[in-house]
């Protein structure tokens, strides 16, 4: 029975269709990751449009980067944009660039800063790989590999490949090599002249190209591709067992015997196990030709780059071979572990699992990769052993097996090999983790089985967050891509005991070659009490089909029970958090969909702080560009509350459990969405906190801290209306949505202050952010109307917006609300905001006072700046002036359409003479007087 891994995350993750276009994130290195996988003082960035960075170009010297300047750009793909593409073919690769900076920078703050900009698709380290394989003695002068995998009674339908080109995109190899030389792929239209005859980028590129050059830090490319001395011929080796020449009396055999070598030297001549520049290896072989490419080595991190480049081979039709690693281990390395690729796993001259081959799931075949016999340095010949071994096995059984097999594309070869491969693990720790078996070259050969593969999953639920009593409608799209199948059945299997399938096995019926099945029926899976939050469960799916003939499996994981909720409601997407978090459940922002309007995510954080005057705070917010505090935790997780004709309602809970110098709150949050035109562009965000305590919590204030992006890198606004309490979020240019926060509490006095890392003289301008500040600013009040307006240049600007003081009495609570809203221009949001107000009165909200009320402003008396507030019984035509004492006006602070509720203003007396005013509120159904007192 065979197998193949396809990995299913439920929609509420990035890797599936929501991800596009690519969401504005913060970069960490992935577990395990240190600055000894990638390149220093090196980013990958692509661009979407012109590779400018908040409008300014990128070139070399006029940016600082992580405490660094660039130094160098470098198109790696700049001929991708001359090449013929076709619909089948991505394209892309050709807004790519390499950025070197200076040796002051830190790679990762770097990343950050570059991805603050919508212009930055990704950006990520420029990772490295090494090479798998471990020095052996020389034991016998023999290759009794060939045995193993049946090559003799291959030999007898056919004994060499050609017109087969195979790429060696490894540490470079010996073109002058007796037993490599016959067979090197020979660029013909582009001779040793000095010219790039053929157009294509690489001036002289005859014998091939070499990427990396003399140096890691420096690489300098070159048409040069061989290895300059014996600590650098992996390569070498790896090229004589792809393709040494066969039947010439000399040295090595190999199963392909006369494939043409293509030979890419992507490691450095200064260490010996390292590949820098596999990726523009793998791109440059799509581009010349090669049908097979061969990629002996790995590294635990793949990345958007790399997946970008092997979409982009496979699209082409090439065939990836890529070795499974070296550390024993069932992690998956890259490129293997890519989807479409073939992994290699290494087994032993008995067909054991070798003592470091890597296994697990993703595994495709497996080959003999211990004690190998093979091409070295300076015309010589000797041992290695690893998954590099393995894995130029393989590719040269798919040489031979494409010579005899012409009309087979990539993919049918790569399925064939895995199908005809010997079952030699069943039963044995590694059954079903070394891929389908040990390769049999003679099986591929002379057989003609078949292969059907899972093509997609689709689940029922939009939402797809499965709970504990929850039903999973699982649909399985299937591909056939070899024989004809008749009477196919499928079966679903677990071992998890935390869901029940009810209907295990399903008729497909019969299947062409080539043909794709998408209506099949649907498995239905409940999901059981007692499972755990985010729980991944792994399913078999069992194939059976020709009478039995055919067997074959592939896993795939669901994750079930999530703590968190993604939604799409009207003309808005956006996650539900069990932390108070919105759009994002980590600070990472990698888990959520962000806030989307128009299929474009505008958020990059929103978190909770929530503060008493006494100095206590919990928060989730950012602490520095990389770290936050976490100091909300879950105590249920989120679910879906309705979602019917009329509004959508979802609902998680958390506490302060966490916080150093906690308020003690329970809060639960709430997200509500009305499914109507006029509030089709918003949703409403309750925070229900409750005081468990059994004493009163006095002067609470909680505020939403907001970073919106969504610019082109022209800079950014932002503004606070203090007469409808909306904080407004814009692009300083160009055609952009708007974004609104509507505070939707009548009674409670609202706070407002923007911030800004780009500018000086705030709380991020050293880019970090202390519990000390953040309590400073939610007692602020309004402390401004806005941030960016008459900023020369560009700020990447934020604010935080909400309520206090309020208080709330032992075992009472209070909820606080908040209307998110996107639209295409101030006067949208103003009237969806509206229309919000009018329809949801907040539960438990005062509302407004019967009466009109006018405070005393405060401080009084006077000398700078005071704050005067004011509630409105009925909304209306509104205006709040200063007099003097002769009842000469003297300054109007507000005037215009206010909505009912509490209002606050600040007023500066700027121009008055020293002594006693008044101040009065006038409205259509009354007013209010009150003394203030200005001093020098």
Not at 3 to 8: A, E
Not at 255 to 269: E, H, Q, R, Y
Not at 833 to 852: I, K, W
């Amino acid at each position: 029975m065979k197998k193949i891994l396809f990995i299913l995350l439920c929609c509420s993750i990035e890797c599936l269709a929501q991800v596009a276009p690519v969401q504005k994130r913060r970069f960490v290195l992935p577990a395990g990751v240190t600055d000894q996988h990638y390149l220093p003082n090196t980013v990958i960035v692509k661009f979407r449009q012109e590779p400018k960075v908040n409008g300014i170009a990128v070139s070399q010297g006029n940016m600082t980067l992580g405490k660094g300047r660039i130094m160098s750009v470098r198109q790696p793909f700049a001929s991708a944009a001359r090449l013929p593409q076709t619909a089948a073919v991505p394209a892309g690769l050709d807004k790519i660039y390499e950025l070197k900076l200076s040796a002051q920078a830190d790679v990762v703050a770097s990343i950050n800063e570059l991805l603050t900009d919508q212009n930055v698709v990704y950006a990520e380290p420029s990772y490295i790989y090494r090479t798998g394989y471990t020095p052996n003695d020389p034991g016998v002068a023999q290759s009794p590999y060939l045995s193993q995998v049946r090559a003799p009674q291959a030999w007898d339908l056919l004994t060499q490949a050609s017109g087969v080109v195979i790429a060696i995109v490894d540490s470079g190899s010996e073109t002058s090599h007796p037993d490599l030389a016959p067979n090197l792929f020979l660029n013909t239209a582009d001779p040793v002249n000095g010219v790039d005859d053929d157009g294509d980028g690489f001036t002289d590129n005859y014998y091939g190209w070499d990427f990396a050059g003399a140096s890691t830090n420096n690489p300098v490319t070159d048409n040069d591709p061989n290895v300059k001395s014996r600590n650098s011929q992996h390569g070498i080796h790896v090229s004589g067992l792809a393709s040494a020449v066969s039947n010439n009396g000399l040295g090595v055999a190999s199963i392909a015997g006369s494939a043409k070598l293509m030979i890419i030297k992507a490691g450095p001549d200064d260490n010996a196990t390292l590949i820098s520049k596999g990726y523009e290896g793998i791109k440059y072989a799509a581009d010349h030709g090669a049908q097979i490419i061969n990629c002996s080595w790995s590294g635990p991190v793949g990345g958007a780059y790399g997946r970008d480049v092997v979409n982009y081979a496979l699209a082409r039709g090439c065939l990836i071979v890529a070795a499974a690693g070296n550390s024993n281990a069932e992690q998956p390395e890259y490129p293997a572990a890519y989807e479409g690729v073939l992994a290699v796993a290494d087994v032993n001259g008995t067909d054991a699992k070798s003592g470091t081959s890597n296994y697990g799931r993703h595994i495709g075949i497996a080959a003999p990769g211990t004690s190998i016999y093979s091409t070295m340095y300076d015309k010589s010949y000797g041992f290695l052993s690893g998954t590099s071994m393995s894995t130029p096995i393989v590719t040269s059984a798919a040489a031979l097996v494409k010579t005899h097999r012409p009309a087979y594309d990539a993919r049918q070869i790569g399925e064939l090999l895995r199908v005809t491969a010997d079952p030699i693990f069943n039963g044995t720790n590694y059954s079903e983790k070394m891929g389908s078996g040990r390769l049999n070259v003679f099986r591929a050969m002379t057989e003609n089985p078949a292969s059907v593969r899972i093509a997609a999953l689709r689940a029922t639920n939009p939402f797809g967050n499965y709970r504990a009593g929850d039903t999973l409608r699982l649909f399985v799209d299937l591909k056939n891509f070899l024989i004809p199948v008749t009477g196919l059945s499928v079966r679903l299997s677990t071992t998890n005991p935390s869901v029940r399938i009810r209907n295990p096995e399903i008729s497909v019926g019969n299947m062409a070659t080539g043909a794709i099945r998408t209506a099949t029926e649907p498995f239905s899976i409940d999901v059981l009490p007692g499972i755990s939050d985010n729980e991944v469960v792994e399913f078999r799916l069992s194939l059976n089909g020709n009478g039995g003939v055919y067997q074959d499996y592939a896993y795939f994981n669901q994750t079930f029970a999530l703590d968190y909720l993604n939604y799409r409601v009207n003309e808005i997407s956006t996650t539900l958090t069990s932390n108070g978090r919105i759009g994002f459940k980590e600070n990472t922002s990698n888990i959520g969909q962000g806030f989307r309007y128009k299929d474009q995510n505008l958020l990059f954080e929103a978190s909770l702080m929530i503060g008493t005057e006494s100095g206590k705070l919990a928060n989730n917010v950012r602490a520095t560009d990389l770290t936050a505090d976490e100091d909300f935790v879950k105590r249920t997780a989120a679910k879906l509350v309705s979602n019917d004709a009329r509004l959508f309602e979802a609902s998680a809970s958390f506490d302060d459990r966490d916080a150093p110098n906690r308020p003690g709150v329970v809060v639960e949050n709430r997200h509500i969405a009305f499914k109507d035109t006029e509030r089709a562009k918003a949703v409403i965000v309750n925070y229900e906190v409750s005081n468990p305590g059994t004493a009163g919590l006095q002067g609470l204030y909680l505020g939403l801290f907001t970073d919106w992006d969504f610019g082109d890198g022209t800079g950014e606004l932002a503004r606070y209306d203090k007469a409808t309490k909306t904080a407004f979020f814009e692009a300083k240019t160009g055609k952009h949505p708007y974004v609104g926060i509507k505070l939707l509490n009548r009674s409670f006095r609202a706070l407002y202050t923007p911030l800004s890392a780009s500018l000086a003289g705030n709380a991020l301008t050293d880019r970090s952010f202390t519990a000390s500040e953040k309590l400073q600013l939610l007692l602020s009040g309004v402390s401004s109307d806005g941030l960016g307006q008459n900023v020369n240049g560009n700020a990447d600007v934020c604010f935080v917006t909400g309520y206090g003081p309020v208080s709330i009495a032992a075992g009472a609570k209070q909820v606080f609300s908040f209307a998110i809203i996107a639209g295409d221009s101030q006067e949208e949001i103003t009237q969806t905001a509206a229309a919000l107000a009018q329809a949801y009165p907040v539960p438990g909200d005062a509302g407004t006072e019967n009466a009109l009320v006018l405070k005393q402003n405060y401080p009084n008396p006077v000398s700078n700046l005071t704050t005067i507030e004011f509630n409105l019984p009925e909304g209306g035509q509104t205006e709040l002036a200063v007099f003097d004492t002769q009842g000469k006006r003297m300054a109007v602070i507000a005037s215009g359409l206010l909505e009912a509720g509490s209002h606050q203003f600040d007023y500066k007396p700027g121009g008055l003479a020293p002594g006693i005013y008044i101040y009065r509120l006038t409205t259509g159904y009354g007013s209010k007087s009150a003394k203030m007192i200005i001093m020098p």
